[in-house]
């Protein structure tokens, strides 16, 4: 299934996406604690972002070549701050290629950006650079069903924005089955497995805060400031509709997200 909306217009705000540092980080421990290749000699950071995702490699693997790539230059020049000895190209994946086998591919919140039909062009290409061994690793939000995204869609085709919002379409991700029947004939090992994170967060405000620096910013930028306003205001209405206070009046996110450990065969 296709849910309307991706036309992503501006650059990603590394400053934004960092307000929720900790949380965004967590499922990228959690993928890293599930890779198998225990030595990796060198690693690509596949959209690094502003270097939190790098920053977990290098804990894990300090002696390690590791590089990111990202095609945001905002998100790039944060990590180049964060981590001034390790290697950051602006980049997209649709048309990079490694200069040599790469024994450790990380991907953390990235692919569900990519149109459905590139993501495992991209993915199966990149394996094939691999030497047998090799581990792909990537993890994605799999939220587009959640009240936070439903509600988002809503606000979009309700409002006098919606002509202008049409064309967003962000693709939903592909299942665990498909996923697998893509990546098995050509990797001895394919391991997917799904996570809910339940995220207190101080309020609804902050519920949107946070996905103002992920999913709510195709919806934004098109927009001009005023609607961008209504179009908040309206957003936050129906999310504290949706999400209870919980006893200590904070609000709890659920954040179903999806893993995948794919090894080269
Ligand atoms: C949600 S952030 C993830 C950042 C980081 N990996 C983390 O663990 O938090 C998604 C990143 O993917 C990058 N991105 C989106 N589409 C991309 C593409 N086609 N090529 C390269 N990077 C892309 C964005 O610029 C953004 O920095």
Known sequence: MAHKSTGVQSDWSASQYLKFEDERTRPARDLLSRVIFQNPKNIVDLGCGPGNSTAILEERYPTAQIVGIDSSPDMIKKAKSTLPKREFFVQGLESYSPSESVDLFFSNAVFHWLKGGERFEIIKKLIGTQQPGGNFAFQIPYNLSEPSHVLM?????????????????????????????????????????????????????????????????????????????????????SLEKAYPKSVDRKVLLRYPRLFVVAVKG
């Open 153 to 237: 869609r809503e606000t979009a085709v309700n409002g006098p924005w919606a002509s202008t919002l049409s064309d967003v379409d962000r693709d939903e991700f592909q299942s665990p089955q498909e996923i697998y029947d893509q990546l098995k004939p050509i990797c001895s090992e394919v391991h997917i497995f799904q996570t809910d994170y339940f995220h207190p967060l101080a309020d609804h405000k902050s519920v949107m805060e946070w996905v103002k620096g992920s999913g709510l910013r195709p919806y934004l930028d098109p927009l001009t400031p005023e609607d961008q306003e209504s179009f908040m205001e309206i957003y936050l209405g």
